[in-house]
């Protein structure tokens, strides 16, 4: 059956593969950029494809995503909160980590999840056709968070990003223990090393793999496995 994916961070890198491969295979994806004009592949790719439609969206203003989402009617199926944003590879003492990097950076990775999340409810609490899915379930949030994150593997490098990770993976697990009861199940995922921009050219997964992976993870995903940390294979991940 057809599923409604809205996708944050959808102009570059997994989000673009993701609602690239969402749309091949039948679903409708309300793809979400920043600045829609300044993501000419995202154009190109909505303008070939009619079950992608763009939306302007700055998961960090929330106010503003409110009133996007207050004036939409469509019912979503699948929240992917994929924003995100990367101040540095560098340790303790590397300049790229000053105030406003960090602020952008735990902005959008940890607060920009909250803020989607909250802003969308509705949307993922309207039963699906007039009624509720047989297994209660109405909706589900998946948060691309990343084995950074995890406390168990620690390393030496990247501590702003890292703990924005370990951040959005614990946004996850709340809001799965809180929306359990309304029929919203939520996991957080780690997408793997990826060749992207922020991943790099020496990353190890193809981006289309990792976007095949998630969206099959995204399917699984329900009631009884809500508040589930894995990575795109499935892999169940130290917190």
């Known amino acids: 059956m057809s599923k409604?994916?809205?996708i944050t961070g959808a102009n570059r890198g997994i989000g673009f593969e993701m609602t690239k491969q969402a749309a091949e295979r039948g679903d409708q994806v309300i793809a979400c950029a920043?600045?829609?004009m300044e993501a000419p592949d995202l154009v190109a790719l909505a303008r070939d494809n009619p079950a992608i439609s763009l939306l302007g969206l700055d998961v960090t203003a929330e106010a503003d995503m409110k009133q996007i989402a207050?004036?939409?009617?469509?019912?979503i199926d699948i929240l992917?909160?994929?924003?995100?944003v990367l101040n540095g590879y560098g340790g303790l003492e590397d300049p790229a980590h000053h105030?406003?990097?960090?602020e952008s950076v735990l902005m959008t990775n940890i607060a920009g999840v909250f803020f989607t999340a909250r802003s969308f409810l509705p949307h993922l609490l309207e039963p699906a056709d007039g009624d509720n899915h047989p297994s209660g379930m109405t909706g589900k949030i998946a948060v691309i968070?990343?084995?950074?994150g995890s406390q168990e593997r620690a390393s030496s490098n990247a501590p702003i990003y890292r703990a924005s990770k370990a951040g959005a993976t614990n946004i996850a697990r709340t809001l799965a223990a809180e929306l359990a009861p309304r029929g919203v199940a939520v996991g957080a995922y780690h997408p793997g090393w990826v060749r992207t921009d922020?991943?790099?050219g020496a990353?190890?997964?193809?981006?289309?793999?990792?976007a095949a992976g998630l969206l099959a993870r995204f399917d699984a995903l329900d009631l009884a496995t809500t508040g589930i940390y894995e990575s795109y294979r499935g892999e169940p991940l130290p917190f």
């Open 4 to 6: 409604t994916l809205l």
């Open 34 to 36: 920043r600045n829609v």
């Open 70 to 75: 207050a004036g939409m009617t469509r019912k």
């Open 80 to 84: 992917v909160c994929n924003a995100g």
């Open 99 to 102: 105030s406003r990097a960090i």
């Open 145 to 148: 968070s990343s084995i950074m």
């Open 198 to 200: 922020m991943g790099g």
């Open 203 to 210: 990353a190890d997964v193809a981006p289309a793999d990792s």
